[in-house]
C-alpha cells in the first residue's frame, strides 16, 4: 500500500525529472565519451565488474566508524575516517556518472545478461533460419536451441558469440568487425574477442559466451559453448 503511494509520487515526477536527466546525460555524455579508456576504468572493464558498486559501499563503512570513533574519544581516526569517506563519494560519484551516461537504470545497462546461462557440455543443432548454409563473412544471426549466435564464417572456420551483448542486450549480429578479430556491439560500441567473447574494450565489463562451432555428422552445423 505505502509503497503504491511512493511509486505514484516518484513517477509524478517525471515531467521535470526526465529532462533534466536527458540533459545531465548529454553533458556527461559530451565529457567522458570522447576518452574510451578513462570511460571503460571508471566502468570497471578492467575489473570485471561495476567499479561504482564497489565504492559506494566504501562512505557508508568509512563514516560509520568516523561517528563511532567520535563517540569513543579518539578524533584522529575519526578525521582520518571521515577523509576517507568524502574521497571514496567523489569516486563515487565519478564512476556513478560513468554509469549513468549508458542509461543504466532504465535498461539494466551493467547488468550481465548471461550471468544465469548454463555453460553446456551438449552439441546443439544450428537452425540457419532459411538459409542454405553459414555465409562467408558475417555477423550472421542463427539458432542453436534457446540461444540465438552471432557467427562468422572464414573458410570453414566459424567464430561464435552470443548474440545479445552481455553489456545491455544490443544486438551483436548487427554490429561489426573490428581489426580482424573482434565483434563491435552497435549500441554503445562494447569490443569482444572472437575467439573467446573476452571483453576488449567497455563500456561491457563481462566476457560474452563464445561458442564453438563444427559440421554435423547429419549434414548441417551444430555449437556447444566454450567454457568459460
Ligand atoms: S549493449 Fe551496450 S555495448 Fe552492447
Known amino acids: 500500500m505505502l509503497g503504491r503511494y511512493v511509486t505514484r509520487a516518484v513517477d509524478a515526477q517525471v515531467r521535470w525529472s526526465k529532462p533534466l536527466g536527458d540533459f545531465n546525460r548529454r553533458w556527461l555524455g559530451a565529457l567522458i565519451r570522447p576518452i574510451r579508456p578513462i570511460q571503460d576504468f571508471l566502468n570497471g572493464t578492467w575489473l570485471g565488474h561495476p567499479v561504482h558498486a564497489v565504492v559506494t559501499d566504501v562512505p557508508i563503512g568509512a563514516m560509520t566508524v568516523s561517528i563511532i570513533a567520535d563517540l569513543i574519544g579518539q578524533p584522529l581516526v575519526a578525521d582520518v575516517t571521515m577523509m ?44 540457419l533460419g532459411g538459409l542454405p548454409d553459414i555465409p562467408q563473412g558475417g555477423p550472421t544471426k542463427v539458432k542453436a536451441g534457446i540461444n540465438e549466435l552471432a557467427v562468422i564464417r572464414e573458410g570453414d572456420r566459424i567464430l561464435a558469440l552470443h548474440a545479445q551483448c552481455a553489456h545491455a542486450g544490443g544486438p551483436l549480429a548487427e554490429g561489426a568487425i573490428v ?7 552497435p549500441w554503445h560500441g562494447s569490443r569482444y574477442l572472437l575467439a573467446n567473447g573476452h571483453v576488449v574494450r567497455g563500456p561491457a565489463m563481462y566476457d560474452q559466451p563464445a561458442y564453438e562451432v563444427r559440421r554435423a555428422d547429419g549434414g548441417g552445423w551444430e555449437a556447444r559453448r566454450q567454457p568459460a
Open 84 to 127: 576517507l569517506g568524502v574521497l571514496a563519494m567523489v569516486v563515487s560519484a565519478v564512476t556513478g556518472a560513468a554509469d549513468y551516461i549508458d542509461i543504466v537504470y532504465l535498461v539494466g545497462t551493467n547488468v550481465n545478461r548471461h550471468a544465469w546461462r548454463g555453460a553446456g557440455t551438449k552439441w546443439v543443432a544450428i537452425d
Open 179 to 185: 581489426g580482424g578479430d573482434r565483434l563491435e556491439c
